[in-house]
């Protein structure tokens, strides 16, 4: 695991007033689901189902797909370690930059890795795996579902595993599980911790063929979603609350954090399709801005230097309410003047 992802608040205590480091919307509403909690309590007396197959029963209700397709996990994490687990020393395929823990993963288990340089694809083994974040993290990317179907389905004999966790951030259209009821060579995975805004709850779950979700089911460990997620699980996919905010409105703000960015000297923000971004600073490190943004104003960014293919002068930023986000503008170019 590469210590760093997203939000590490925990390292700064009573220190951040204002958190642009975590990917997931942080004003979320959660008083009926912890209100709900509170009433399912006596769960933490017994353990949990070895497997949480009501929850998994739901969902596939709510996709529209068979229960045997839908896999429950401990955040979208335990999904990306059980297939690189389950296909040890395979070769994957990881385009740049993206979540690193695909490459951890893979590394753990012995995977040939590549970085998908078109001069290595010719002499890859036939046994390979395809990593996609969509939308991307750090980019926030989102590859055209058009263009996803049809490289599935161009190249059956490989598998193809998406990562959708930010699925639900994004206006651009993201494959649906429904779609792809034909294609065995596709794993999905969900987020129900970014969906819900619940991480520390670890809430995931990944579909793909019956065959695989079975050889899955093989190798994980029993009992690895707790008893008070599963209840969690049961209760939003039943009652699915509003917790995110207007989602036009807040991807419009983060167009204008963009463009307010990109006007500050020697910054460079790339083109985003969802509420974070990522940024190049040519007059200081990542960890330099970081380090000053705490001290001086409590604000956290995420030094995104420890992506592969990333350097040191490389941080995102998720949006946050207009007056955070002039904040953050504001303190940015003052550093800046400081530096000069």
């Known amino acids: 695991m590469t210590y760093g992802h997203g939000d590490d608040i925990y390292r700064y205590g009573d220190q951040v007033k204002m958190n642009f480091s975590s990917n997931i919307y942080q004003r979320a509403d959660l008083t009926e689901l912890k209100a709900y909690l509170a009433t399912r309590l006596d769960a933490i007396d017994h353990y949990p189902e070895p497997e949480p197959r009501e929850l998994e029963a739901l969902i596939a209700k709510k996709l529209e797909i068979p229960a045997d397709m839908v896999m429950v996990t401990s955040g979208a994490n335990e999904a990306i370690y059980l297939i690189a687990q389950l296909y040890h020393g395979w070769t994957s395929v990881i385009p740049q930059p993206t979540y690193t823990e695909y490459a951890d993963a893979c590394r753990m288990f012995g995977h040939a890795i590549t970085y998908e340089r078109t001069d290595e694809l010719n002499v890859l083994p036939e046994d390979r795996l395809y990593w996609m974040c969509n939308p991307d993290n750090p980019t926030g ?200």
């Open 141 to 340: 990317n989102v590859l055209l579902k058009s263009l996803i179907t049809y490289i599935i389905r161009k190249h059956p004999r490989f598998l193809h595993i998406i990562d959708q966790s930010y699925a639900d951030y994004t206006l651009q259209p993201t494959l649906q599980p429904k779609e792809m009821l034909d294609c065995y060579n596709l794993m999905m995975i969900h987020s129900l911790s970014k969906k819900y805004c619940i991480p520390g709850l670890r809430l995931g779950y990944l579909t793909a063929s019956p065959i695989i979700i079975e050889r899955l089911r093989d190798i994980r460990q029993p009992w690895t979603v707790n008893a008070l997620a599963i209840e969690a699980g049961k209760w939003l996919v039943e009652n699915d609350p509003k917790v995110l905010p207007d989602l036009t409105e807040y991807l419009d703000e983060a167009q204008r954090l963009k463009q307010e960015l990109s006007e500050i000297e020697g910054l460079m923000v790339m083109d985003t399709q969802t509420h974070y971004m990522l940024v190049n600073i040519d007059w200081a490190t990542s960890l330099e801005l970081k380090n000053w943004l705490i001290e001086k104003h409590g604000i956290l960014i995420r030094d995104a230097s420890n992506f592969y293919s990333l350097d040191d002068h490389c941080f995102r930023v998720t949006t946050q309410t207009p007056e955070e986000n002039d904040a953050l503008i504001s303190a940015i170019k003052e550093y800046h003047k400081e530096k000069q």
